[in-house]
């Protein structure tokens, strides 16, 4: 199947479930997600990996086991393609749109004193915040876990201080649900964003390798 767009009832499916999510409105609507959601979002996928590896879809099942929300489906379908542990780029549907993405999303083992660690250091820190300025003044919202006052250890008036409070730190591009969703120019966007992300994902593939 070519990646031709996501159509309406894609959208409408999300509606929905935001309404119901429950195991009868899922029941009742799976072949919906299945034509509309899942099966465009695999051909996306299938474009998109011969430039930026394997892009692999999550799951529509939440994992409750520890959550207070105990709601057993997710509001929205997301694809993955990792670069290295907890590090790639993302693209998700929801009922508000798509959102196209990059990053750190959640440090693993030593991931994140090793993150510190290079942006602490000129020669490694410097180059990761003229990344970051650059993605801002594209337009790009720079987001992730952080903390509200600063790591222990670090002084005061660190020139990225800002930096160092990141826990997870990604970048990413929302478009609202205009007439383009539903063509091949999708793959064309999120080719763009995932592009232009690439500096910020290679700069956390060289400094934060697995365990």
């Known amino acids: 199947m070519s990646f031709s767009g996501f159509p309406d009832e894609a959208f409408l499916f999300y509606e929905g479930l935001e309404a119901d999510n429950s195991k009868t409105y899922w029941t009742r609507h799976k072949q919906v997600y299945d034509e509309t959601v899942k099966a465009p979002m695999a051909a996306l996928g299938e474009e998109l990996s011969a430039e930026f590896g394997r892009v692999h879809l999550f799951r529509p099942h939440r994992d409750v086991r520890f959550a207070k929300d105990k709601s057993p489906y997710k509001t929205h379908q997301g694809a993955y393609a990792a670069t290295a542990e907890a ?15 990059a990053g750190l999303y959640s440090a693993q083992g030593n991931q994140l004193a090793r993150y510190r660690q290079a942006v602490d250091e000129e020669l490694s820190g410097v180059p990761l915040e003229k990344v970051v300025a650059g993605l801002t003044a594209a337009g790009y919202e720079i987001e992730g876990d952080r903390l509200k006052t600063r790591p222990r250890g670090v002084p005061e008036g660190h020139p990225r201080l800002d930096l160092l409070r ?5 970048a990413g591009r929302r478009f609202a649900p205009e007439p383009w969703v539903h063509t091949p120019e999708v793959l064309d966007r999120v080719r763009a964003v995932w592009r232009d992300l690439t500096p910020l994902v290679e700069w956390l593939t060289v400094h934060l390798p697995a365990d």
Do not use: C, N, P
């Open 166 to 170: 990141y826990r997870s730190l990604h």
């Open 87 to 101: 590090i790639g780029y993302y693209v998700q549907l929801d009922a508000a749109g798509l959102h196209a993405g």
